[in-house]
């Protein structure tokens, strides 16, 4: 039988002596909103009301959201505000269950910024949260970086004509022989066959 000798190595723990007392090992949990603030979210406070009766408005502490679609508010405050539910729509939950509520038009402020769009009658306790379609109805986007709400570059789309901003002379060319293509077919009589 051969006998193999052990080679020491060195280790990187350190082993206290014997005569040392155990501790036990205390953990800190340390999550990330403490190393890095409260991750994602973003906050604005913001004026909702009732675009026939402007006048009366409430201010509420939003959740932006850019994830939803729409904003919602509790139903008791839009209830408040006369704004009145003009149909019920089904939403789907992360979590794959179906709710139906009800939706309506309100009016929002944010700063000079004003802009109608539709929202959600929420449920009492829920979030209140700020939606893509009101952020971009105000001409705001979510920078993520900073978590503040940012002007949108609001971009019109010319066609050509004599009052187009600005079109390469490719874009006026085309929009020239659409025109012209669409006048000729509209201007042929029809021929029924049958």
């Known amino acids: 039988m051969i006998l193999r000798r052990r080679l020491a190595r060195p280790s990187s723990r350190v082993v206290p002596p ?4 155990r501790r036990r090992a205390t953990w800190k949990t340390t999550t990330a909103a403490a190393i890095f603030g409260p991750v994602g979210l973003t906050s ?10 402007p006048d009366i408005a409430e201010e509420l502490e939003f959740l932006v959201d850019s994830g939803a679609i729409y ?12 704004v009145e539910p003009r149909r019920k729509r089904e939403f789907g939950l992360a979590n794959a269950t179906r709710i139906v509520r009800r939706c309506g038009v309100a009016l929002f402020r944010y700063g000079e ?3 109608v ?21 105000l001409g705001l986007c979510l920078d993520p970086l900073k978590r503040e709400l940012l002007p949108l570059p609001m971009i ?5 004509g004599p009052h187009a901003p600005v079109a390469s002379p490719s874009a006026r060319r085309a929009a020239r022989v ?3 293509v669409t006048a000729t077919v509209a201007s042929r009589p029809r021929t029924t066959t049958a």
Do not use: H
């Open 44 to 53: 604005v406070r913001m004026q909702v009301a009732n675009f026939a009766a």
């Open 156 to 160: 019109l789309a010319a066609c050509g």
């Open 113 to 115: 910024r004003d802009a």
């Open 71 to 82: 904003s919602v508010v509790p139903g008791e405050i839009l209830a408040r505000l006369g």
């Open 178 to 180: 659409t025109t012209t």
């Open 18 to 21: 014997r005569s040392a007392p």
């Open 117 to 137: 769009a539709e929202v959600i009658f929420g449920e009492p306790g829920g979030a209140v949260l700020l939606g893509a379609f009101t952020l971009e109805a």
